[in-house]
């Protein structure tokens, strides 16, 4: 009987050991970001969006992330800020920023959050203007698997071909803030002015298992794409560079796919691939 009280008390003990590290792993961490990037990058954005800006008043934000691994929750302390500008048209746009930077420099920072906003503001549209109507219009086309985005030209450097390290340091030192000018920004010409491309990704079912049917479908969506690249290649002047790649899907997955390659608004005879990758560099930094 003298056994028992000793096992409850042994529980007990481990019990309260066990709430004690339970409260020590369960703890928080927080982070805080004071860093006043609209003082910090002041030039970077005089650069980029002219003196007539309006900022707002910094706005403190709070984020909480649980880390799994540490059994942590992470408290994250940031600014945020809204920029105003007006375009050539008068309309007025909207650059929202802070300076939750991880480990990059302010500088860095403001030139990837510059770079986002750009892309989105592109790709926004574009996708409005042509890529949505298209999708509409092609059978079969599955719009929620597909992908449209505008990017920077992709940065890469291969041993056996020394035309790339050239291509790799001239992207590398290239700075979109030091390029652009938000207020004088026409969407027409970004293609000539900047080292950037539109990549889509279209995926469609096909309506039949008759290979006929199925050519017949192919054929009808390169129509749609093709009057579409025709009339973005219009709109850019004929500056515009773009990817596309279709897939085709039937029950089983994929069953086949077909793409192109567009360089100064004409279909690029050797397709995507690397040949065109070094096209495209070439295209730009020999004219700037």
């Known amino acids: 009987m003298k056994i028992i009280p000793k096992i409850i008390a042994v529980f007990l003990i481990y019990i309260g050991a066990t709430l004690s590290l339970t409260s020590c792993a369960f703890g928080n961490r927080e982070i805080t970001y004071d860093d006043q990037l609209p003082e910090t990058c002041r030039q970077q954005l005089l ?5 007539a800006y309006i900022l707002s008043e ?4 709070e984020k909480h992330f649980f880390d799994e691994f540490e059994h942590i929750d992470i408290i994250t302390h940031y600014t945020q800020w809204e920029l105003i500008y007006e375009d050539m048209d008068r309309q007025q746009h909207r650059f929202t920023f802070h300076n939750q930077n991880g480990r990059k420099s302010p500088r860095e920072h403001m030139e990837d959050s510059i770079e986002n906003y750009f892309c989105d503001l592109v790709q926004q549209y574009y996708q409005q203007e042509f890529w949505d109507g298209t999708i509409a219009r092609i059978p079969g086309g599955r719009e929620k698997d597909s992908a449209f985005y505008f990017q920077s030209y992709r940065l890469f450097s291969m041993p056996d071909v020394p035309e790339t390290s050239i291509m790799f340091d001239q992207r ?8 652009i000018d938000f207020p004088q920004l026409q969407l027409c010409n970004v293609f000539h002015d900047f080292p950037y491309i539109l990549n889509m990704y279209l995926y469609v079912t096909y309506e039949s298992s008759e290979e006929t049917k199925r050519t ?7 129509t749609c794409l093709q009057e579409m690249i025709h009339e973005m290649a219009e ?7 773009a990817s596309i790649t279709v897939t085709m899907m039937d029950d089983q997955g994929a069953a086949g796919s077909f793409s192109y390659a567009v360089l100064n608004g004409k279909f ?3 397709g995507r691939g690397l040949e065109f990758e070094m096209a495209l560099h070439e295209n730009f930094f020999k004219n700037h």
């Open 235 to 241: 709109f850019t002047n004929h500056t515009l560079n």
């Open 172 to 179: 590398l030192h290239y700075s979109l803030s030091e390029n």
């Open 268 to 270: 690029f005879e050797k």
């Open 216 to 222: 017949g479908q192919r054929q009808e969506i390169e």
């Open 47 to 51: 650069d980029c969006f002219g003196d």
């Open 58 to 61: 910094g706005v403190e934000k």
